[in-house]
């Protein structure tokens, strides 16, 4: 059997085909396409939807092309974010960014009707204005939550325009900020206080199920036939389904966002977990993922783009290690989230430094918030981490490597970069039996992928 992870990020996608051959996992990249946000002349920022569904086809017809076989799709994708569908199933206005600053406008309005202390306790997902809880209220605010007859995030929606059949996944509702973290379900206060329309809501549906076959339309436009399963479609859930870590141990995903914690059990909603600004985000059998969210590389692309593309990402590191520098900035402060200038924005905490100078201070900067985050993690949880493994695309990074273990103290542990993916393809794996469990998988992706030790 072939399987196809389709793992859209904000600032590309990409669609994998993966099978077991003699006993490894073997991938390989058939597709690549780029996205990202646009802002309108209004100032919100969009995501492309119909851009982005006719990608994903466009990769499923790539796939024909080349002579693969396909049998199970899956699709996981960035949280946060999603659809409203009228009574015609059609989609209502523009598909919003999370960075669009709309839901910082709502969060006090929000905080009004639920003080943030009694939000945590009810949920234990970290402050963040984008989540999709404001963004929500914002629409109850204009009047577009009124017309909406279904609530689908958007893996779930693209999903749906596959096979016509409407499922919500789990890991990705766990983002919205409105699923109770000791029942896992929607959460019947929070939606009755803010006057959210519970009807429009599906019930959450674990990984490693199955959404149905392929639409006759679509199929016929293929050329194929298949089955879209559901992975974790969060992908930093994917990614951390692939990391090669026991239960328990930490791990950071390396990407646009940067994503610290440990997997654990049950939520933590205490009052410090709440102040370390802590996240509990769902994992495969309703566990957690008890992890500090980081803006990441998102700061090395935006100053990338300023430069118009002009240096690789390897050039990148190279001006940096190059020009190492003791300035460093609060790559937490919210004015990195979505500037008109990152560039402008970074030197008014650095100065007016040359270029190699401030790609190292964003890197070391980015280090030292590990090394903070993961102090944190030790004081809410009672252990002692000695080592850190990185995943996804930021694994490839040597020079953020070395100074994340010097900052922290510990060795790190690199790979597997394609880790979203990888996940993706292992739900896939336990949905079709192939697999037993996540700890076969991860087994699965050691003996498969090789891993870079930095000390």
Request: hydrophobic share 40%.
């Amino acid at each position: 059997m072939s399987y196809l992870a389709i793992d859209i990020g904000a600032s590309s996608g990409r669609h994998i085909v993966g099978d077991i051959v003699d006993g490894k996992l073997v991938c390989e990249e058939i597709y690549r396409f780029p996205n990202g946000a646009i802002r309108r002349d209004d100032g919100s920022m969009v995501w492309e939807h119909e851009r982005l569904f006719a990608e994903v086809l466009n990769g499923l017809k790539e796939a024909k092309t080349r002579g693969k076989t396909i049998d199970y799709i899956a699709i996981d994708t960035w949280g946060v974010d999603y659809a409203l569908l009228d009574d015609e199933d059609k989609i209502i206005g523009d598909l919003r960014c999370y960075r669009d600053a709309r839901g910082e406008k709502a969060t006090a309005k929000v905080h009004d009707l639920i003080p943030f202390e009694e939000l945590y306790r009810h949920i234990g997902i970290q402050f963040a204005p984008f989540n999709t809880i404001y963004q929500l209220y914002d629409d109850v605010c204009t009047g577009k939550l009124a017309k909406a007859k279904t609530f689908l995030m958007l893996p779930d929606y693209l999903n749906f325009l596959l096979t016509g059949v409407k499922k919500q996944e789990y890991t990705n509702a766990t983002t919205t900020g409105l699923l109770n973290a000791k029942t896992h379900d929607w959460d019947e206060e929070i939606f009755r206080k803010l006057g959210l329309p519970r009807e429009i809501f599906l019930s959450p549906t674990q990984p490693s199920s199955v959404v149905g076959p392929l639409k006759k339309e679509i199929a016929e436009l293929l050329g194929y036939e298949a089955t879209v399963l559901l992975p974790a479609t969060h992908d930093t859930a994917s990614a951390i389904l692939a990391a090669p870590i026991a239960f328990g141990e930490p791990y950071l995903s390396s990407g646009t966002w940067s994503l610290l914690g440990v997997e654990e059990k049950s939520a933590h909603t205490e009052d410090l977990a709440r102040e370390y600004n802590y996240s509990n985000e769902g994992s495969v059998n309703y566990s957690f993922r008890f992890q500090k969210n980081i803006v990441g590389l998102w700061m090395i692309q935006q100053v990338r783009h300023e430069l118009n593309d002009a240096y690789s990402f390897a050039e990148i590191a190279r001006l940096a290690a190059e020009n190492p520098t003791e300035k460093t900035l609060n790559v937490e402060d919210p004015c990195f989230l979505a500037p008109v200038s990152m560039i402008e924005e970074i030197k008014k905490q650095i100065g007016d430094v040359p270029l190699g100078e401030l790609f190292y201070s964003v890197y070391r900067s980015l280090a030292l918030c590990y090394r903070d985050s993961l102090r944190q993690l030790e004081s809410l949880t009672g252990k002692t981490y000695e080592s850190l493994h990185i995943v996804g695309g930021g694994a490839n990074n040597r020079l953020l490597n070395e100074l994340t273990a010097k900052e922290c103290g510990i060795p790190v542990y690199a790979g597997p970069s394609e880790a979203t993916a990888i996940g993706n393809l292992l739900a896939q794996l336990l949905a079709t039996k192939t697999i037993d469990n996540i700890e076969e998988g991860r087994k699965l992706v050691a003996s498969s992928f090789p891993l870079d030790e930095v000390r």
